[in-house]
């Protein structure tokens, strides 16, 4: 009986999809557009980009056509370099290099105020503490980010850099300071890997 209903539940799907794919393309690609293109950015992550794109995995006849409109027509985000270069490396496998060419906006906007506040405490405890060597480790994890997203097709003018905003959360005013200029540091660091890896 439930093997009959299935059946059943099959066919009419694949009769939904062949009068899907009889419409004319326009209308088609209208329906993609509308179904794929979000006004906020998609994180890019294993759960954000999987529940937006169920349509793709209908068949292979819209995976093929609509897919070039979901990676255009969409901005993508990353917010945390070290906790998302597996999502990012996967993200890119599975967009394939002529979908990742089509993405026009990938923006980076780390959460590193929490790193640097680790810093931070850990400076006001030891005094061998250096802001360089917080700098070239930004640079090398950045520029390795660069280089994953350029080798898979992304192009460079998609890429931004979000501008860190540092708020102050010591009680005294020195301590912020230091976060501000280790923020600023950050930042400088990202473009400069940016720029090193064009």
Known sequence: MSTKSGRSHHAASATTTERFSRLPAEIRNGIYSYALTFSEPIEVSKQDIRSRTALLR?????????????YKSNDFRVSD???????VATFLDLAGKENASCITKLTLSFDMIPKLQTLIDQA???????????????????????????????????????????????????????????????????????????
């Open 58 to 70: 209908v068949c292979n006849q819209i995976r093929s056509e609509a897919s070039t409109i979901f």
């Open 81 to 87: 370099i070290e906790a998302q270069t597996e999502d």
């Open 124 to 198: 006001l405890i030891d005094d061998s503490f250096a802001p360089n060597g917080f700098s070239l480790r930004v640079i090398k994890t950045s520029r390795e980010m660069f280089e994953t997203l350029s080798h898979a097709g992304v192009k460079r003018k998609a890429v931004m850099i979000e501008k860190l905003e540092v708020r102050d959360v010591y009680p005294d005013a020195s301590t912020n300071q230091l976060l501000k200029e280790l923020g600023g540091i950050f930042e400088k660091s990202m473009r400069i890997a940016l720029a090193n890896s064009a």
